[in-house]
C-alpha cells in the first residue's frame, strides 16, 4: 500500500470513531512511525509503505483509536515553540499555558530567582530561562518523581539550566525568589469525569485534580507565598476559565497588591497575577 493510501485509511478510521483532530493525527502517527518528516512524507505519497513501518503505524494508531492523547504515543509536544518530551505520568503542556509565559516573561530581569511550582514537564520554567533575560536562577518543584525526570530530561535536551526538586509546594524549599510561577491542578474533583476522554483516562489525575471547588492549591499558595517572595516579588497562576473571581480575592487577602486577571487568547480568564509586598 502507497503511504496515501495508508494514512487515508488511518484517518477514515479515525474519523469513524470520532476521534478530534483525525486527519492530523493520522498524518502524525505515520510520520511518526516511518520516522519521517513532513517534507519527504509529500514528496513520496505515491511510495510503497514497508511491512515494519505499517506495523508499527498500525499499533500506534490503535492506540489513538483508544483515545490515547496523541502527543503520549509520538512521546513529543510543542510549547512556545520548542519540542518537549510528552510521557505519560506527566502532563502534556497546553497552549493556554503560553499566556502564563507571556505574563512573567515581561517582568523578568536580569538575575532575578524563579521558582516553577508544580512543574510538570517543566515548559513554564524551561521557557522562561530560555526566553529570558540573561543569569536566570530557575528551581522547579513537583510531587511526582516521573515529572521531574521529564523535566530534567527536557532542560537537558533544549540547553536550559534549572534546578528540580521533589517537593510538595514549599515544602522542600527555603530562600526568596523574585518570581513564582505555576500551573496547578486546578478542576473540582466532580468535572473530571466530564473531561475528554483524552485527558481523563490518560493524563495524570494528581496534575488535574484541584479538590472540592478546584481552589485547593490556590490557598496553600497563597497562605506561604509571602514567606518565598522578594519585597515587590510576583506570582504568576494559571487558573480555569470560571476561577478569576475567587483566584483574585484569595490572592488579595494573602496581601498581594496590583492583583490582576488575564485572558487567554480565545478571551478566557487564564492567568492571575500580582506583586507581593511586606507593608
Ligand atoms: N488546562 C488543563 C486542562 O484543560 C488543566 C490543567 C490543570 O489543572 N492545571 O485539562
Known amino acids: 500500500m502507497t503511504k496515501r493510501e495508508l494514512v487515508a485509511r488511518g484517518t477514515e478510521r479515525l474519523l469513524a470513531l470520532a476521534v478530534p483532530g483525525a486527519e492530523y493525527d493520522a498524518r502524525e502517527l505515520f510520520l511518526a512511525a516511518g520516522g519521517e518528516s513532513l517534507a519527504s512524507y509529500a514528496a513520496g505519497l505515491a511510495d510503497e509503505v514497508s511491512e ?12 489513538r ?13 510543542w510549547f512556545y515553540g520548542r519540542e518537549f518530551l510528552a ?11 503560553e499566556t502564563l509565559v507571556e505574563a512573567a516573561l515581561g517582568h523578568l530581569k536580569a538575575g532575578m530567582r524563579i ?26 518543584t ?3 518523581a516521573d515529572a521531574l525526570a521529564c523535566a530534567e530530561e ?50 495524570p489525575r494528581m496534575a ?15 497562605a506561604d507565598a509571602g514567606r518565598f517572595l522578594t519585597e515587590g516579588g510576583r506570582l504568576f497562576a494559571e487558573i480555569g476559565a470560571e476561577q478569576g473571581a475567587e483566584v483574585r480575592a484569595l490572592m488579595e487577602r494573602a496581601g498581594f497588591q496590583e492583583v490582576d486577571v488575564v485572558r487567554d487568547l480565545s478571551g ?11 507593608v
Open 142 to 144: 513537583d510531587l511526582s
Open 268 to 278: 478566557r480568564d487564564r492567568v492571575a497575577l500580582g506583586v507581593f509586598r511586606n
Open 52 to 63: 515494519e513501518v505499517a506495523a508499527r503505524y498500525e499499533s500506534m494508531l490503535a492506540r
Open 208 to 222: 488535574l485534580d484541584g479538590r472540592a471547588d478546584g481552589l485547593h492549591f490556590y490557598r496553600a499558595i497563597c
Open 154 to 203: 527536557n532542560a537537558r535536551r533544549l540547553g536550559a539550566e534549572a534546578f528540580f526538586l521533589q517537593s510538595d509546594l514549599f515544602r522542600q524549599l527555603d530562600g526568596k525568589y523574585d518570581i513564582i510561577t505555576v500551573n496547578p491542578p486546578y478542576i473540582p474533583s466532580s468535572d473530571i469525569e466530564g473531561l475528554d476522554a483524552e485527558v481523563r483516562d490518560y493524563e
Open 65 to 77: 483509536a483508544a483515545r490515547e492523547p496523541l502527543q503520549y504515543i509520538i512521546g513529543k509536544c
Open 115 to 140: 521558582l516553577d511550582l508544580c512543574t510538570g514537564s517543566g515548559c513554564i520554567l524551561i521557557t522562561l530561562l530560555l526566553e529570558g533575560p540573561e543569569k536566570l536562577e530557575g528551581w522547579g
Open 87 to 97: 510521557r505519560k505520568g506527566v502532563l502534556i503542556p497546553r497552549f493556554d499555558t
